[in-house]
């Protein structure tokens, strides 16, 4: 009886602290947040060269300060990055099984003003890999490490 009771309490401790971390911890993970050394329209062109240089594409660019506008909201500048390295993104379109992983790419990047700052942030896709089979934790690591570059010149 000492025993099941020993187990169903650790069960119950392991249980509390799992959800103590998805709840509590996980989210502020789950994004990266950096301040661009540089002003707004500075970085938003920072970024789309050091994306070329870094051979991605961005087959799209949102601006989403001005969408909001045309429904009658003002917002802050915010720009969004549609980051795509072919290479990376054959290695997922191309397997059944983690197709459903599409849902998530292209990888995006956002460029926005909070007090007065310029800031970029992004899926954390190292952490997110985690999660994911050895295919997809490498080909999103290997994403992360390549976004982490691209951002390199605008982060203080």
């Keep these: 009886m000492k025993s099941i009771t020993v187990f169903v309490t650790g ?11 998805l709840i509590a911890i996980l989210p502020k993970h789950i994004f990266v ?13 920072a970024i789309v060269n050091s994306a070329a240089e870094n051979n991605w594409s961005m087959p799209h660019k949102y601006d989403l300060q001005a969408t909001m506008k045309k429904h009658g909201f003002d917002v802050n500048p915010v720009m969004v990055f549609s980051l795509c390295k072919p290479e990376h993104a054959y290695q997922i379109l191309n397997s059944d ?5 599409s849902a ?13 700052k310029t800031y970029v942030s992004m899926l954390n896709a190292g952490l997110f890999s985690k999660f994911m089979g050895k295919s997809v934790r490498s080909v999103m690591g290997a994403a992360s490490a390549e976004n982490e570059q691209i951002l390199a010149p605008v982060l203080m």
């Design 11 to 21: 069960l119950a401790i392991g249980i509390a602290a799992t959800v103590f971390v």
């Design 33 to 45: 947040e950096h301040e661009s050394k540089l002003g707004f329209n500075e970085t938003v062109d």
């Design 97 to 101: 099984e983690v197709r459903s992983v």
């Design 104 to 116: 998530i790419m292209p990888c995006r990047v956002a460029v926005y003003e909070k007090d007065g």
